[in-house]
């Protein structure tokens, strides 16, 4: 039996010899890490194009958004919990780790638990967490509802700008604009959502999709199979990643989601306003919704002057040719939300390529 390092050989072997012309995304902020830190743009050959798309959910949240969070923190009496991707993200004039320096009470953690135990332990202060995340993040949000319904918590509430993937992705492959050829499906999310969203795009746009796992022979593997897709001329939904995903997703997961959230509108950033892609709270828990609570005004969204995200996200442009990359914006000046999340396209090329 071939050993790892054989085997990625056998699969780089085999992309290498492809004549297939061919542009394959990756919606996963965890492959694109993985992608940039394994060199794997440098490996494939010209014909191949590894494009990042919006996987990354802090860098697809719009400006306006981070706006009103902001807003938000400033106030006397409240208390944001977040995770820390979030801290350094650009708003129009400021951002939370700038507030936070100004006295806002804005606290970094791990899991939304941690916020639902301060709102137990502190009930004379607002605890507001911050749901920023994909269907991966979502119902462990949930499940904190939940329990604070339960409780009886009256000081908890949650911000919630989750967003769910599949719509987006069809917006992005409804646009003429955009040139991809096969989808290199996220891992995480399809632990949660299944197959089935999938197959949708399959059918509905002749899109190849192959759910992958991170390890660098998971992605070479997951190529193969979209390019031995791509030789055939099909378009189906398969999995790469079994260990971990299952056709049906997690329908545990799935319904406590659909028991705490409704779908809403949300903005993208690069993509705009999309139907049904947001996660709102459910009208009978809506005394848990921070927005309602504290009347939280809607933000327009505003350009960042010379930053490319938009484009980068929906895989228009790469990090290099945005105009501000490793100059005006760097990790430790960044400008733009791809340049801020661990997960971001910008960062990742930054940290492995530049």
């Given at each position: 039996?071939?050993?790892?390092?054989?085997?990625?050989?056998?699969?780089?072997?085999?992309?290498?010899?492809?004549?297939?012309?061919?542009?394959?995304?990756?919606?996963?902020?965890?492959?694109?890490?993985?992608?940039?830190k394994?060199?794997?743009?440098?490996?494939?050959?010209?014909?191949?194009?590894?494009?990042?798309?919006?996987?990354?959910?802090?860098?697809?949240?719009?400006?306006?958004?981070?706006?009103?969070?902001?807003?938000?923190?400033?106030?006397?009496?409240?208390?944001l919990?977040?995770?820390?991707?979030?801290?350094?993200?650009?708003?129009?004039?400021?951002?939370?780790?700038?507030?936070?320096?100004?006295?806002?009470?804005?606290r970094?953690?791990?899991?939304?638990?941690?916020?639902?135990?301060?709102a137990?332990?502190?009930?004379?202060?607002?605890?507001v967490?911050?749901?920023?995340?994909?269907?991966?993040?979502?119902?462990?949000?949930?499940?904190?509802?939940?329990?604070?319904?339960?409780?009886?918590?009256?000081?908890?509430?949650?911000?919630?700008?989750?967003?769910?993937?599949?719509?987006?992705?069809?917006?992005?492959?409804?646009?003429?604009?955009?040139?991809?050829?096969?989808?290199?499906?996220?891992?995480?999310?399809?632990?949660?959502?299944?197959?089935e969203?999938?197959?949708?795009?399959?059918?509905?746009?002749h899109?190849?999709?192959?759910?992958?796992?991170?390890?660098?022979?998971?992605?070479?593997?997951?190529?193969?199979?979209?390019?031995?897709?791509?030789?055939?001329?099909?378009?189906?939904?398969?999995?790469?990643?079994?260990?971990?995903?299952?056709?049906?997703?997690?329908?545990?997961?799935?319904?406590l989601?659909?028991?705490?959230?409704?779908?809403?509108?949300?903005?993208?950033?690069?993509?705009?306003?999309?139907?049904?892609?947001?996660l709102?709270l459910?009208?009978?828990?809506?005394?848990?919704?921070?927005?309602?609570?504290?009347?939280?005004?809607?933000?327009?969204?505003?350009?960042?002057?010379?930053?490319?995200?938009?484009?980068?996200?929906?895989?228009?442009?790469?990090?290099?040719?945005?105009k501000?990359?490793?100059?005006?914006?760097?990790?430790?000046?960044?400008?733009?939300?791809?340049?801020?999340?661990?997960?971001?396209?910008?960062?990742?090329?930054?940290?492995?390529?530049?």
């Open positions: 039996m071939p050993n790892n390092s054989d085997l990625s050989s056998y699969l780089l072997e085999k992309i290498q010899q492809s004549t297939v012309e061919a542009s394959l995304m990756e919606v996963c902020g965890t492959h694109t890490m993985a992608i940039a394994s060199g794997l743009r440098s490996l494939v050959p010209p014909n191949i194009k590894l494009l990042s798309g919006p996987g990354c959910p802090v860098c697809v949240t719009a400006q306006g958004d981070i706006d009103a969070v902001i807003d938000l923190a400033a106030r006397p009496g409240i208390c919990v977040t995770f820390g991707d979030m801290m350094r993200v650009p708003g129009t004039e400021r951002s939370l780790q700038e507030i936070r320096g100004e006295g806002a009470d804005i970094v953690v791990y899991s939304p638990m941690d916020a639902l135990k301060m137990a332990g502190e009930p004379d202060k607002e605890i967490f911050l749901g920023i995340g994909f269907e991966t993040t979502a119902p462990a949000v949930a499940a904190c509802v939940e329990m604070a319904a339960e409780r009886r918590l009256t000081n908890f509430s949650v911000f919630s700008l989750h967003k769910v993937v599949p719509p987006a992705l069809e917006a992005l492959f409804s646009d003429p604009t955009v040139k991809v050829d096969g989808l290199i499906c996220p891992g995480h999310v399809s632990a949660v959502i299944g197959l969203p999938y197959m949708k795009l399959a059918r509905d746009f899109m190849p999709c192959v759910v992958a796992g991170f390890e660098t022979m998971d992605v070479l593997q997951t190529i193969v199979m979209l390019l031995n897709q791509l030789e055939k001329g099909v378009a189906q939904a398969q999995i790469q990643y079994g260990r971990v995903v299952r056709p049906d997703g997690n329908p545990v997961a799935l319904d989601m659909s028991r705490v959230f409704a779908p809403s509108g949300a903005r993208w950033r690069g993509l705009g306003e999309i139907p049904g892609s947001g709102r459910a009208d009978n828990l809506s005394n848990y919704d921070a927005r309602l609570k504290f009347e939280v005004p809607d933000y327009e969204d505003k350009e960042i002057k010379g930053c490319a995200c938009g484009e980068i996200l929906t895989g228009r442009l790469s990090p290099q040719e945005c501000l990359f490793g100059k005006g914006c760097t990790p430790l000046k960044p400008i733009g939300p791809c340049m801020v999340s661990h997960e971001g396209a910008c960062a990742a090329y930054y940290r492995y390529t530049v």
